[in-house]
C-alpha cells in the first residue's frame, strides 16, 4: 500500500512560480511511475506529466511543456512539480499518484494511488 501527500501549494501570481512535491511511504515507491494530474472547478480531472521509475523518462501535457518540470527523488520518496511561468488557467487541485508500471502512463486507470490534493491558485 502507498500512501501520498501532497504538499506546497497556495496562491501565485501570473507569470510566476511554484514548487508542489509528494511525499510517499511504502517501500515500493521506488519501483513505480509517478504522475501528477489536476482538476480545475467543474472539470474533469486531467493528465500533467508522468515521470519513470528511475527518472530517466518523463512526459507532459501539450499545455505545461518548457513551464513545469516533474522530477523525483527516490532517496527521499518524493516526487516534484516545479512550476515557472504559471498561468491563470493553471489553477486546479493538484493530485500526485502512483503507478502500477515502472514505465511512464497517461491514464487515469494506471494509477491506483492517489494524494488527497493540493490547491493551487494563480491570479492574473
Known amino acids: 500500500q502507498v500512501q501520498l501527500v501532497e504538499s506546497g501549494g497556495g496562491l501565485a501570481q501570473a507569470g510566476g512560480s511554484l514548487r508542489v512535491s509528494c511525499a510517499a511511504s511504502?517501500?515500493?515507491?521506488?519501483?513505480?511511475?509517478m504522475g501528477w494530474f489536476r482538476q480545475a472547478p467543474g472539470k474533469e480531472r486531467e493528465f500533467v506529466a508522468t515521470?519513470?521509475?528511475?527518472?530517466?523518462?518523463?512526459y507532459y501535457t501539450e499545455s505545461v511543456k518548457g513551464r513545469f518540470t516533474i522530477s523525483r527523488d527516490n532517496a527521499k520518496n518524493t516526487l516534484y512539480l516545479q512550476m515557472n511561468n504559471l498561468k491563470p488557467e493553471d489553477t486546479a487541485v493538484y493530485y500526485c499518484?502512483?503507478?502500477?508500471?515502472?514505465?511512464?502512463?497517461?491514464?487515469?486507470?494506471?494509477?491506483?494511488?492517489w494524494g488527497q490534493g493540493t490547491q493551487v491558485t494563480v491570479s492574473s
Open positions: 499518484a502512483a503507478s502500477s508500471y515502472s514505465g511512464i502512463s497517461i491514464g487515469t486507470g494506471t494509477y491506483p494511488y
Open positions: 511504502g517501500p515500493t515507491f521506488r519501483n513505480y511511475a
Open positions: 515521470i519513470s521509475w528511475n527518472g530517466v523518462s518523463t
